[in-house]
């Protein structure tokens, strides 16, 4: 009896992957549950497991192909595999239960493979082996020895008719090109702003946030709340806050647009842009207007980490409402974010810096924030978006209004 390997339903929008690699080859043995493919999606890195005992008898699509939701990527048979080289039966059927037995994430799998680390052998203090854990494993290279060095030979004093060879200079050696695939998901990433910016009329407005107030608070309240809560107060919670009491006053930038109407969202799911290997993820802060500010803080720490470790999941990235970016914590003063279909609104952060303000008709140096915010003007208008950000800017310079107003 054989059983087709199909590349699974994988939630909201997804309709496709790339087959990123083969874990198994045709005729190893398997066993039920063992990951034999790794797939690359918009989102997230997949596994997809054996369905059944036997032997890897076909594989359909070979690495780097493209596959949609359904397609059969490969069949496992009932044997017992002839890939065992060197290796008795009873110890090759051992082994693979034992690699199979490993909980891991694809993207700690992949180096695990490229850094020749036994998955086996590698301690994780939570449920899957991470990247982190992998690098932790990798043994350290022996350093150098060191030759002694090598009596200087006399130049010949009989001359040579040897012809001269040619010595490329700096600029012609360091003329180099390399050709890398870009991975699918940094492909989805470059035709999605590409969409984003020819389907939408989107316009950015600016505003300056005087973030003293906020500063100064989380000065105060730092140690207590780490202690309390096990995390640090940072500024996510304070503009997830705004954002949110922003978006009450102002509906439609928490709206998206579907076909000729407008969709206003009575729920608030605050997508937080957060850094990864493979480019800028979104995950979404489900009802984000009942979380606290520690549970907020406790959520973008979460996604933050698990952005790194590649263990989010596809519900984790899926639906939204409004979006927030912070540019500031890889130095950026000013920038236009782009939005984050099918959603009509993003608010960009930026960096903190110390300069002159007027208060109270004298000068003085005060932690200033450019923030942005880029809105659909199909459906919003300039008067609104404007209003927005100002009433954000008005919550985070006076947050005792986001605790009073709720």
Same mark, same amino acid.
């Given at each position: ?77 009932e044997g017992k595999g002839q890939r065992a080289e060197g290796k008795g039966k009873d110890a090759a059927t051992a082994e693979a239960p034992a690699k199979a037995a490993v909980a891991a994430t694809p993207a700690a799998r992949r180096l695990a493979r490229q ?15 991470t990247p982190d854990d992998v690098k932790s494993a990798k043994p350290a290279k022996p350093e150098a020895r060191t030759e002694p060095a090598k009596p200087t030979p006399q130049p010949s004093t009989v001359p040579t008719s040897k012809p001269r060879t040619h ?90 647009? &579907?076909?000729?109407?407008?969709? =206003?969202?009575?729920?608030? !799911?605050?997508?937080? $842009? /957060?850094?990864?290997?493979?480019? *800028? ?61 099918? &959603?009509?609104?993003?608010?960009? =952060?930026?960096?903190?810096? !110390?300069?002159?303000? $007027? /208060?109270?008709?004298?000068?003085? *140096? ?41």
């Amino acid at each position: 009896m054989s059983s087709n390997i199909v590349v699974p339903e994988m939630g909201e929008s997804i309709v496709d992957a790339r087959i990123a690699k083969w874990l198994k080859q045709e005729g190893d043995a398997v066993s039920v549950g063992e990951p034999l493919v790794e797939l690359e999606t918009d989102k997230v890195d997949v596994e997809v497991s054996a369905p059944q005992s036997g032997v890897l008898s076909k594989i359909a699509h070979a690495t780097g192909a493209d596959v949609k939701i359904g397609d059969v990527l490969g069949i496992v048979s009932e044997g017992k595999g002839q890939r065992a080289e060197g290796k008795g039966k009873d110890a090759a059927t051992a082994e693979a239960p034992a690699k199979a037995a490993v909980a891991a994430t694809p993207a700690a799998r992949r180096l695990a493979r490229q850094e020749d680390v036994d998955l086996s052998k590698v301690k994780s203090e939570g449920p899957r082996v991470t990247p982190d854990d992998v690098k932790s494993a990798k043994p350290a290279k022996p350093e150098a020895r060191t030759e002694p060095a090598k009596p200087t030979p006399q130049p010949s004093t009989v001359p040579t008719s040897k012809p001269r060879t040619h010595v490329p200079t700096s600029s012609e050696s360091e003329r180099t090109e390399e050709r890398i695939r870009m991975s699918r998901r940094r492909a989805t990433i470059a035709r999605r702003l590409v969409e984003a910016q020819a389907t939408a009329a989107m316009l950015t407005t600016f505003n300056e946030v005087d973030m003293t107030a906020v500063m100064q608070l989380r000065e105060r309240r730092k140690e207590a709340f780490k202690e309390r809560h096990g995390v640090s107060l940072g500024l996510s919670s304070f503009f997830v806050k705004a954002a949110i009491g922003a978006l009450r006053e102002f509906p439609r930038l928490n709206a998206e647009i &579907q076909g000729d109407e407008m969709v =206003l969202k009575h729920y608030y !799911d605050i997508g937080i $842009a /957060v850094g990864s290997e493979e480019g *800028l993820v979104v995950p979404v802060l489900r009802d984000a207007d009942r979380l606290s500010f520690a549970g907020i803080e406790q959520g973008v720490r979460d996604f933050a980490a698990r952005a790194k470790d590649g263990t989010l999941t596809l519900d984790d990235l899926r639906g939204g409402t409004f979006t927030i970016t912070n540019g500031g914590v890889f130095g950026s003063l000013m920038s236009t974010p782009i939005l984050n279909p099918p &959603q009509v609104g993003i608010l960009g =952060l930026h960096a903190i810096k !110390d300069r002159p303000a $007027a /208060v109270d008709g004298h000068i003085e *140096l005060r932690p200033l924030m450019y923030t942005a915010l880029t809105y659909d003007h199909r459906i919003v208008d300039g008067s609104e978006a404007v209003r927005f950000l100002v009433r954000v800017k008005e919550l985070v310079e006076d947050p005792a209004q986001m605790l009073i107003e709720g």
